[in-house]
């Protein structure tokens, strides 16, 4: 079993900057990639990024160059920064970890998921 847990969430105004960490703890597999999604109220849950040990990372568009996911191996810490936010980015953010190398951009992809962080960013 994998436990995430998720911090730095928070309210902001626009342009604000935040960072969002994911520890990861368990049995993960040595080679696991882990993603940050998003859910605003009345919306599903939607990709935002994800990083691999192996194949690198990639981006959902509408967050793409304001957006920085990187990760820490020794930590098995997954990290979001996230920089001129906008009000359009307010949701809560979760993090999910896939016993997998493979970038995988939906839900159902991912086996393990984090309790979510709150941010609001106001105009």
């Known amino acids: 079993q994998v436990q995430l847990v998720e911090s730095g969430g928070g309210l902001v105004q626009a342009g604000d900057s935040l960072k969002l960490s994911c520890a990861a703890s368990g049995r993960t597999s040595r080679t696991y990639a882990m993603g940050w999604f998003r859910q605003a109220p009345g919306k599903e849950r939607e990709f935002v990024a994800t990083?691999?040990?192996?194949?690198?990372?990639t981006y959902a568009d509408s967050v793409k160059g304001r957006f920085t996911i990187s990760r820490d191996n020794a930590k098995n810490t997954v990290y979001l920064q996230m920089n001129s936010l906008k009000p359009e980015d307010t949701a809560v953010y979760y993090c999910?970890?896939?016993?997998?190398?493979?970038?995988?951009?939906?839900?159902?992809?991912?086996?393990?998921w984090g309790q979510g962080t709150q941010v609001t960013v106001s105009s």
């Open positions: 990083v691999s040990w192996i194949y690198g990372n």
């Open positions: 999910a970890l896939r016993q997998s190398a493979d970038l995988a951009y939906r839900t159902w992809e991912y086996d393990y």
